[in-house]
C-alpha cells in the first residue's frame, strides 16, 4: 500500500493562500520555466524549471487518489469534475453539493470524517500514494498520526497572515527526517519522512 503524502506550495512563513484564499506569488513558480509538464489533466500544462520538472514528474506519478477538504473543493470548483494529480478525489464535507455539474466525475463527498476518507482514499490508490491538501485537514491527520510524508514546495515570499500549511494544529510536536532538497527556480522543494 503506498503513503499518506501531505503536500502544498507554501510561503517562507508557513501559509498556503492569503486570508482571501488567494495564492499570489506563491504558483508563480508553475509557469516561469520552459519544461512542461502535464500531472493529468490534458488541459493543465505547466511550464516549469527542468529540476521542479523531475521532481514533479517523480512525486505526481505516484499519486493514486487525493483528499481534499470542502473548501478546497468550492473554491477550485472541484477542477471542474478532473483530479488535479491521480485518478479519484474524496472530498471530506459534511454535507455534499446538490448541484454539482459533475455528477459522473471521479469524486466521492464522504461525510463521516477524515479517517474514513483517507481510508477510502488508500483502498481505491492500490499500491500508490494519497495526496492530501493541506490546512486544516492536514493539521488534523497529522495529529492523528495519519501522513506518512510532506512534501512542501517553498517559495520565497512573507505573506504575513492567511491560510496555514498546517492549519490549527493542536497535536504533539510531529518529528520528521532529514529533508531531501531540490532547487527549482523560485521554488525548493523539500520532502520530509514523518517519523512515528
Not at 24 to 45: A, H, I, Q, S, T
Not at 129 to 139: F, Q, Y
Not at 152 to 158: C, D, M, T
Not at 161 to 169: N, T
Request: glycine share 12%.
Amino acid at each position: 500500500m503506498g503513503k499518506v503524502i501531505a503536500s502544498a506550495t507554501v510561503s517562507l512563513d508557513g501559509f498556503i493562500a492569503d486570508e482571501s484564499d488567494q495564492v499570489g506569488p506563491l504558483f508563480d513558480w508553475y509557469n516561469n520555466g520552459n519544461v512542461p509538464f502535464n500531472g493529468g489533466d490534458p488541459e493543465r500544462v505547466f511550464h516549469v524549471s527542468a529540476a521542479s520538472a523531475a521532481y514533479m514528474e517523480k512525486t505526481w506519478s505516484r499519486i493514486g487518489t487525493a483528499v481534499i477538504g470542502r473548501r478546497l473543493f468550492d473554491i477550485t470548483n472541484g477542477w471542474n469534475g478532473r483530479p488535479a494529480a491521480g485518478d479519484a478525489v474524496f472530498v471530506v464535507t459534511h454535507q455534499p453539493p446538490t448541484d454539482w455539474p459533475f455528477p459522473d466525475a471521479p469524486f466521492t463527498f464522504v461525510t463521516a470524517g477524515l479517517a474514513r476518507a483517507i481510508a477510502q482514499a488508500k483502498t481505491a490508490a492500490g499500491d500508490k500514494d494519497v495526496s492530501l491538501t493541506g490546512g486544516d485537514l492536514l493539521g488534523q491527520a497529522l495529529a492523528a498520526g495519519l501522513v506518512d510524508e510532506l512534501q512542501v514546495n517553498l517559495v520565497p515570499v512573507v505573506f504575513g497572515k492567511g491560510i496555514r500549511f498546517f492549519g490549527a494544529y493542536d497535536g504533539p510536536p510531529a518529528l520528521l527526517g532529514n529533508p531531501e532538497i531540490v532547487q527549482g527556480d523560485r521554488v525548493t522543494h523539500l520532502r520530509y519522512d514523518v517519523r512515528r
